[in-house]
């Protein structure tokens, strides 16, 4: 079965050499370049039909080797390394202590933290509040010390916000400081 | 009955894979990292190719990446003139080290304290880990761009390959060459087996084995097309390469001969690896993918499943995926 396959192919190949010799010698050159493709496609086509039902010439008795699955691909919208994997809660140091048996001191050591925090936060809002409007020396980066009357500073502290800048070209009428830039700033109460 | 290969394929990258490299055998398993021109290097668990995370920070094509033995850390390379350190367990930048030129390569020792780079600027830098903010120790010798740069013989010494055509042995302490090899065609990679001290390189389409310490030649393989990489086995029974006919082959250590090709990568092959174990090995392309290959093909290993034909045909064959049949030329 599988040799008069192979007698078809070859019948038809041998017609399409001959069809693109005939047409070689009339030089029709466009119908030539169609056709030099063809016998390349008939064959492409009848390889196809091959695979579909018999086996090759070459490639017999062989099986794939299955798999349980295809690897795991990223995911759209995440970096990854899984926090409750095993190795990141092995190898990851936590903040909060994990033992049971402190859980209970744990606990109130961190309600103290937090309202240590909290004090902290509260007396560095009421300082900025104290400083509108009064004038005030900010210790900058490269021992730029500059003075200002002080306005406000954004929701984040990232700028504040001051008038009169005295710097070293001339008196700044409003001017914004980027907070990163300031080491200190310190003023009269 | 015979068994036909299944690659495993990893995709996830955008671009051309340039460098891989598997960590150490770690209690949770071992890992690879992929460097890729899409500037997102990726870590993934080595025996299934799962992927675990996505190191985001370089802001261009990362050239060359590495882990450290126990999978905590990771290093890569970029064309962004930086090389940076990461954690690899929560995948947090931890280091940026900044660099005058592109960076194509960069290795852990073994103890993870220091690191080595190289690159475009043509010279070699050691950066101790412990103190990041010091300045690195620079070794300059080569007159061209460094591709890769490898620690040996126990992290005193050091290897490495570079455009102007030879590979370079120099002493850490002394920051002298001790030993140069001159090749006629440029060095596609270079790998160092520290066990059995071999140092495995590939330039044309050679493959040459070379001892370590010596650098005394022992072997060369001469394979059908230009290969891009090339990776001995663990315990020295087989290497495979891969290059510019988008294929990978297996020989024979010992007789040289050509045991395997396997094709399934559409594009050249830029790098490939065994796994620490021997088990399999991965490679890495131009068409963006990394594919996980068996050595022992058939085995029940990671996601293979060794499977007797009687129970492909029983009910219990739809748990199995199975690769639908390819077209071999």
Redesign the interface.
């Given at each position: 079965m599988e040799s008069s396959k192979e007698q078809h192919l070859f019948e038809t190949e041998t017609c399409l050499i001959i069809l693109n010799v005939a047409f070689d010698q009339y030089n029709a050159s466009l119908l030539n370049y169609f056709f030099s493709f063809l016998p390349r496609l008939m064959t492409f086509i009848l390889e196809i039909k091959r695979s579909s039902g018999l086996r090759f010439r070459r490639v017999l008795n062989e099986t794939p080797v299955s798999v349980l699955r295809l690897p795991r691909g990223p995911e759209p919208n995440s970096r990854g390394f899984d926090p409750t994997s095993p190795r990141f809660i092995a190898l990851c140091p936590t903040t909060l202590p994990s033992s049971s048996s402190s859980s209970s001191s744990s606990g109130s050591a961190d309600e103290e933290e937090q309202r240590l925090r909290a004090e902290l936060r509260e007396r560095f809002l009421r300082t900025l509040l104290l400083m509108t409007g009064k004038r005030v020396r900010f210790d900058m980066h490269e021992h730029v010390r500059v003075h200002a009357r002080f306005g406000a500073s954004d929701i984040d502290v990232l700028n504040l916000q001051v008038c009169d800048l005295e710097t070293p070209l001339g008196v700044q009428r409003e001017a914004l400081l980027r907070s990163q830039d300031v080491i200190a700033c310190s003023f009269e109460v | 009955?015979?068994?036909?290969?299944?690659p495993?394929?990893?995709?996830?990258h955008t671009r051309p894979v340039v460098d891989l490299a598997f960590s150490g055998i770690t209690p949770?398993g071992y890992f690879l990292i992929s460097a890729c021109k899409d500037g997102k290097p990726?870590?993934?668990q080595g025996d299934?190719?799962?992927?675990?995370?996505?190191?985001?920070g370089h802001k261009g094509a990362v050239w060359g990446a590495t882990l450290n033995k126990e999978a905590?850390k990771a290093a890569t390379a970029a064309a962004d003139f930086t090389a940076k350190v990461w954690d690899a367990?929560?995948?947090d930048e931890v280091l940026t080290l900044a660099h005058k030129h592109i960076v194509k390569s960069v290795n852990f020792t073994q103890d993870s304290n220091c690191l080595l780079t190289g690159g475009n600027d043509k010279v070699l830098r050691i950066y101790d880990l412990g103190k990041p903010e010091a300045e690195p120790q620079e070794i300059a010798g080569h007159t061209s761009a460094i591709k890769k740069a490898l620690w040996c013989n126990n992290d005193q010494q050091i290897l490495s390959a570079a455009d102007d055509k030879t590979i370079r042995l120099w002493d850490k302490n002394t920051k002298e060459a001790v030993k140069s090899l001159s090749f006629d065609a440029s060095v596609s990679s270079m790998e160092y087996i520290p066990d059995g001290e071999v140092l495995v390189i590939t330039y044309g389409r050679t493959i040459a084995f070379y001892k370590a310490h010596s650098l005394d030649l022992i072997k060369t393989v001469d394979a059908p097309a230009s290969i891009h990489s090339a990776s001995l086995h663990p315990d020295k029974d087989f290497f495979v390469a891969g290059g510019d006919d988008f294929k990978l082959y297996k020989y024979d250590y010992t007789t040289k001969e050509e045991m395997e090709s396997y094709k399934g990568h559409f594009g050249p092959i830029h790098c490939v690896r065994f796994s620490p174990d021997g088990e399999l090995y991965a490679s890495g392309s131009e068409d963006g993918t990394l594919r996980?290959w068996?050595t022992a093909?058939?085995k029940t290993y990671g996601?293979?499943?060794?499977?007797l034909?009687e129970e492909?045909s029983s009910e219990n064959s739809e748990?199995?995926?199975?690769?639908p049949?390819?077209?071999?030329a």
């Open positions: - | 009955m015979a068994m036909r290969q299944t495993l394929t990893c995709s996830g949770y990726m870590l993934r299934t190719g799962d992927w675990i995370g996505t190191f985001l905590t367990v929560t995948g996980l068996q093909v058939g996601l293979w499943k060794c499977v034909p492909l748990v199995l995926y199975c690769p049949a390819e077209i071999k």
